[in-house]
């Protein structure tokens, strides 16, 4: 049911004319997708919340290279946070992205 009203949705969406500021969300969307750490920071908020330090260790990245990307996915509202104390816990924000980029690792995968 879930799936058949978001099918729906693109579907219902799609239109033939993009005005200039859809475009620009559109490739900065591809923009945040074509990084292979964004990737995998995405890959991993998809199931649930993490704190910069877990993101950092799980991945094996530095605390810093992880902070600069969640900057850079917290100004397109891709991920959210909330703070424990001195602790930020970030989560994804946006679904749709989050299904493309699903849709991306079926489709690298299916084979
Ligand atoms: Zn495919």
Redesign the pocket.
């Known amino acids: 049911m879930k799936e058949e009203q978001q099918h729906e949705e693109i579907f219902v969406e799609g239109t033939s004319h993009l005005d200039e500021e859809t475009l620009f969300v559109v490739s900065q969307t591809f923009k945040a997708l074509s990084d292979q750490t964004r990737i995998r920071i995405l890959n991993l908020l998809c199931t649930e919340e993490h704190s910069v330090n877990e993101i950092a260790e799980t991945l094996g990245l530095s605390q810093s290279s992880v902070s600069h990307q969640l900057r850079f996915l917290k100004n397109l509202r891709l991920v959210k946070f909330r703070r424990e104390g001195t602790t930020l816990y970030y989560s994804e924000d946006d679904h749709h992205v989050m299904n493309l980029l699903k849709?991306a690792i079926?489709?690298?995968t299916?084979?």
């Open positions: 849709q079926k489709h690298a299916h084979h």
